[in-house]
T-cell receptor, first 110, second 114 residues
Framework: RKEVEQDPGPFNVPEGATVAFNCTYS??????FFWYRQDCRKEPKLLMS???SGNEDGRFTAQLNRASQYISLLIRDSKLSDSATYLC???????????FGQGTTLQVKP | DTAVSQTPKYLVTQMGNDKSIKCEQN?????MYWYKQDSKKFLKIMFS???????INETVPNRFSPKSPDKAHLNLHINSLELGDSAVYFC?????????????FGSGTQLSVL
């Protein structure tokens, strides 16, 4: 089992839709969680950290469920510019390394 | 100013050649990384340096040798290139660990081995 798993998609949604991605992680002792965004042929960039109590940044909401070992990203009112690959990232408590998921691709259509 | 810059952006070379990729960060970070992103888009860590000291060395063939002359630079030298080395290589630097850690990536080097 991979340490961090995501559904690669693609998720095709119309503008204005609400879309949610999940990511599961295998190490229950993992401490830090993040969502990164990667545009086609570009480098990944931090979208948001994920806090235990959940957190929101504009149209983006991140949640952490430690019992079920998953994190989620909710995007409301999707824009064309949200089209990208969203990477789930978990810090391994054993090694301190940041482990990246494969990414979930989102395509927002007009 | 570009925070993390790596060169070259594209590298096309023949099998068996030796090549280098350079990386520099002007953010004052102590920690730098090399990641490899394969055709399936998985980003895997290769090396991590903290203040010029190697702290993470994944199971990477010893044909790959990182060099950090100072904490602002982390170069990657690859000997005897193989077809399977074709990938995008990203350099990154970090502002430290914890929940607020943020990785800053370079724009990537697309390596194609023919």
């Amino acid at each position: 089992r991979k340490e961090v798993e995501q559904d690669p998609g693609p998720f095709n949604v119309p503008e204005g839709a609400t879309v949610a991605f999940n990511c599961t992680y295998s190490n229950s002792a993992s401490q830090s969680f993040f969502w990164y965004r990667q545009d086609c042929r570009k480098e990944p960039k931090l979208l948001m950290s994920v806090y235990s109590s959940g957190n929101e940044d504009g149209r983006f909401t991140a949640q952490l469920n430690r019992a079920s070992q998953y994190i989620s990203l909710l995007i409301r009112d999707s824009k064309l510019s949200d089209s990208a690959t969203y990477l789930c990232v978990v810090r391994s408590s054993n090694t301190g390394k940041l482990i990246f998921g494969q990414g979930t691709t989102l395509q927002v259509k007009p | 100013d570009t925070a993390v810059s790596q060169t070259p952006k594209y590298l096309v070379t023949q099998m068996g050649n030796d090549k280098s990729i350079k990386c520099e960060q002007n953010l004052g970070h102590d920690t730098m990384y090399w990641y490899k992103q394969d055709s399936k888009k998985f980003l895997k860590i290769m090396f991590s340096y903290n203040n010029k000291e190697l702290i993470i060395n994944e199971t990477v063939p010893n044909r790959f040798s990182p060099k950090s002359p100072d904490k602002a630079h982390l170069n990657l030298h690859i000997n005897s290139l193989e077809l399977g080395d074709s990938a995008v290589y990203f350099c990154a630097s970090s502002n430290g660990g914890g929940t607020n850690e943020k990785l800053f990536f370079g724009s990537g080097t697309q390596l194609s081995v023919l």
